[in-house]
């Protein structure tokens, strides 16, 4: 029987579990059963809930503290205080590999990343480590000379490797892993069909990724301005109250709350655009379906880093306050070259089969 690979992620933004599952799928379709571990939640629920409460709350109440750390560590070593954390959890890590017996470990999120390439040094393990970048855009605080393979959406590999003294033969510009849905292959008609939504009505679908991070009341207000009634999907994850605040508020629109679903991509196919903040996997899988991004309140950082990108790239567009929404969200809708336009850079963009170039890459690596 093959020694099974692992794949570590962490329950820390909703985007590295289903970047971990859709390279579970690739694996098993490829002879390959790997486990996958939610590390802080193996490790200990209570570090779990201190690395996920003080994420949230730092993002929530002071974003722009988030924004500093994550610019000031382009340049200085910060981000190794996160091996040195790391070091407290080395022999249950270890334990973990060791009862696996694992052939090649990989890590979808960068703090584990970091542990992993702790446990690596300490124990002096010989097998690879690859980790997966759910980002458009590469930062220094990746870098462990224990990661054997780097695999990104981003297009400035040499640029990158040059600037940080790191072979640009670790690096593969794949994409970011996203499940490889047939929906992908439906059109918008069909997708509506399948989720019994309004077909005349133009529909736009507001996320906030897996917590459900953004105020949806607000939003729902704010397009009251729109002169045309629209059918909203409202995607709020596992935030159960903004369910009962949305269900309490009034609007000339059409209106769907949709909790945590497996079905996000079919939604993304019937809808003509989607309001999100810029996280990877979002955006992955937006461009995927070639559905027109409209981005707001992105996390002061790395999700700002990814908006620059999409925006530059001509594939979505920002708003820096909900009241612009009506206006910018009228063109996307309406205009039949701006939306076209949004679609065919999405397009140029996408990389939908991400997940089974990095199985099979990683599976010439090894062999």
Request: with cysteine; hydrophobic share 40%; net charge positive.
């Amino acid at each position: 029987m093959k020694k099974q690979p692992l794949i570590f992620s962490a329950s820390i933004g909703h985007g590295h579990n289903q970047a971990a599952k859709a390279l579970k799928h690739e694996f098993n379709n490829q002879g390959f059963y790997p486990e996958t571990v939610d590390t802080f939640r193996a490790i200990s629920p209570i570090l779990h809930n201190f690395m996920l409460n003080s994420y949230i709350r730092l993002l929530r109440l002071t974003p722009f503290i988030w924004r500093k750390i994550y610019f000031y560590a382009e340049e200085h070593s910060l981000f190794l205080l996160l091996d040195r954390f790391g070091s407290l959890f080395i022999e249950h890590l270890y334990e973990i590999m060791y009862r696996q017996n694992c052939p090649f470990i990989i890590s979808t999120h960068p703090f584990v990343t970091a542990f992993l390439s702790r446990v690596k040094q300490i124990k002096q393990l010989d097998f690879p480590l690859y980790t997966v970048i759910t980002d458009f855009v590469l930062h220094p605080a990746y870098i462990r000379k224990e990661i054997d393979g780097y695999f990104t959406a981003s297009p400035k590999i040499e640029e990158f490797a040059n600037l940080y003294n790191v072979s640009s033969q670790l690096f593969f510009s794949t994409g970011i892993p996203i499940s490889n849905n047939k929906c992908l292959h439906l059109s918008k008609w069909k997708a509506r069909y399948e989720l019994r939504l309004e077909q005349d009505k133009k529909t736009l679908l507001i996320a906030g990724g897996g917590m459900g991070l953004t105020n949806y009341v607000h939003v729902i207000q704010v397009l009251e301005h729109l002169q045309e009634k629209i059918q909203i999907l409202c995607m709020v994850g596992h935030n159960h109250r903004a369910k009962h605040r949305i269900f309490r508020q009034k609007s000339k629109h059409t209106i769907k709350v949709i909790e945590f679903t497996d079905r996000f991509l079919l939604y993304l196919k019937a809808s003509d655009g989607i309001l999100s903040k810029a996280g990877g996997l979002t955006m992955a899988e937006a461009l995927a379906c070639e559905t027109p991004i409209i981005i707001f309140n992105p996390v002061p950082g790395h999700e700002e880093q990814n908006a620059n990108y999409l925006i530059n790239e001509g594939a979505a567009v920002k708003i820096n306050r909900c009241i612009q929404l009506p206006g910018v969200l009228e063109r996307v809708l309406y205009q039949k070259t701006f939306y076209t336009d949004l679609q065919y850079h999405a397009k140029m963009l996408k990389k939908p089969n991400a997940a089974n170039q990095i199985v099979e890459r990683i599976l010439k690596l090894i062999d």
